[in-house]
């Protein structure tokens, strides 16, 4: 079962000083999907080592859905290690997702991580943790001009 607290725990742990156990994505691309792999693996979701999976053992050998934001997204959808459903604003709780949509590239191209929620829930009420642009508990209101898709993990 996914512990929500824990994914939490780890993003605020790790927001700042990067955990040496995992390389360092931003400098190829960016490390916010990394990262937020990693709040998931914390909050008790297991690595699947299958051919289409969701792992990480080093820079070399790792998965594109554990760095990938669309490939993330396309994992959690398909999969039962942990499932993503896109939901309304509504439905989401810490430890869910948000994904920031390119209206130019009409792609997705940021996870974050929600770490805070106040309520009645809109969306600057929803506080989110990230890499590359290390935010901890940032509203999504502060995110000018973004589409989002919300991700629930079950």
Known sequence: MYNRQKAIEYAKQYVYNYNPSFYNFSLIGGDCTNFVSQCILAGNKKMDYSLNGWFYNSLNSRSPAWTSVEEFWTYGLKNKNFKIE??????????????????????????????????????????????????????LAEYNNSFFRFGKIT
């Open 86 to 139: 896109e939901v309304s604003i509504n439905k989401l709780e810490i430890g869910d997702i948000v994904q920031f949509y390119n209206n130019r590239t009409k792609r997705y191209y940021h996870n974050v991580i929600i770490t805070k929620i106040i309520y009645p829930i809109k969306l600057e009420h929803i506080l989110v943790t990230s890499h590359d642009n290390n935010a901890y508990n940032k509203s």
